[in-house]
């Protein structure tokens, strides 16, 4: 009997289910892939729903979230590689002595945010102007605390951040491809990439706001593996979609949590902002692509409006963080700008002046960023980035010692090659991936990319700002997602529905080509570790790891 088009379709639908949630097969234990089908795509997904009747498996599957978070492997790879992460960190990085390119003012910010509470300018004994919210001062200064105006107190919080990021970068893999492989490859990856060593290992800020970038893109992951499954819930305790026309109501603790966590990235540095679309844009999807796999009818429109509320409040909770980041600045009378209103003969009411005079203070900052276009020595083009064309130069030394002629010892701020000349073949190869597949997670990470570079690239057309290769940070976890993205996609067979010996002969093959790549990382990291850590060495030893010649000096 001929089969129907309807038929062909779902089928041909069901093959991309198999093969999006292929990373599992060959890889890890298998696990309940997750799809987007519409309810029209199975019978039985119109059936009505009753309290205590099991909800159709085609329902279940397309809600379907990670239901191994605390898988004991997972834990153990986390852990495993986290540690090695962390000595890479930790080890030597009180070296070198003295302050090291921008930590001649962050650092000392901090240790003056100790003593006064906001920036203090030594040359004319009075708070001093800076343009950066405080909460990555604020952090620098915890690791003061314990150590002191030292070397280690300067780094000891970034040498945190950076290993913190790689242990969260790991959980988010996990859940994003549900394979304890590819988690730990992702872990590797970060743990092994010098770009992401040498800021977790110099007292600037952009590490944390990397760190706080991904708690938040963490959060709405979480926050969206939460609503599916609220809605399974629902769906098993009777709820129709074809007779209530209005949705449910769920309280989304993980989206709130995002506003905090992006409330704290706001804090460190306001080009955090340039992620606020994208991210709303992710929960508006994410939560229609749900509502539509439990079969509400116009997912879209409904709960339109309970997602705008509840974004509005996570947005307020961002605000109120970001507020609390300057507790410092609002509690003292004499940080910059503090009384504005009052000096310049105006009404400076209680609080409402005090907010007024920090909005003054960030539209004189504003006006610095925009304005900023300065030549330095070390600044580069967005375009230039993912190709490592103008690495910055952190610190150099050429005194002896090393047992040579002439010697040299630098801290060169770029990427392990290999891993970032990956990133633009994988950005391509993902998003092709990702429209053939269907595959949420495809253009959850491509949106993360975008956000971290495309306002840049802006930027640097318009008004030709200057910028530093470290704007890039907050844009690394994606990257080396659609790295690992495509890893996963090279390990695991293109068809579902392959057989199982084709099957193993290409995960076979896969499994030496990925392998053989990380390896190639690895080694490669090992190979310019000194210039990551200012190693004294031979000139000569130092001059053949200069790669691009000019480009890199």
Known sequence: MAKSPSHDRTRRRRAYVLSDGAYDRGVTTAATAETELTPADSPVATEPYRAGRAIPEIVRRRLSTLDRSFDPYSWLVTVVITVIAGILRFAGVDRPKGYIFDEVYYPTDAWDMLQHGFEWDEKVNGAAYVVHPPLGKWLIALGEIPFGNTEMGWRFSTAVAGTLMVLIFIRVAYRLFRSVVLAGIAGLLMALDGFQLVLSRTSLLDIFLGLFILMTFAALVLDRDHYRRSWQRALEDGFDPAVTPAVPRFVPWWLLVSGITFGMACGVKWSALFFAPFFAGLVFVWRAQARRSAGVRGPIIAGILGDIGWLVLTFGL?????????????????????HYRADNGWSEPPVIGALQNLWHYHSEAFKFHTGLTQKHTYQSWPWQWLLLGRPVAFYWNAAGGCGAASCAAEILLVGTPILWWSFLPALGVMAWFGVARRDWRAYAIMTGVVAGLLPWFY??????RTMFAFYAMPALPFLILAVVYVLGAIMTPADGMTSGAARTDRQLVGTVVVSTYVILVALCFAYFHPIFVGTLMPYDDWSVRMWLGGRWI
């Open 459 to 464: 930027f640097a057309v318009k008004d030709g």
């Open 318 to 338: 961002t605000i109120a963080v970001y507020l609390a980041t300057w507790t410092g600045w609002f509690v003292t009378d004499n940080g910059y700008f503090r």
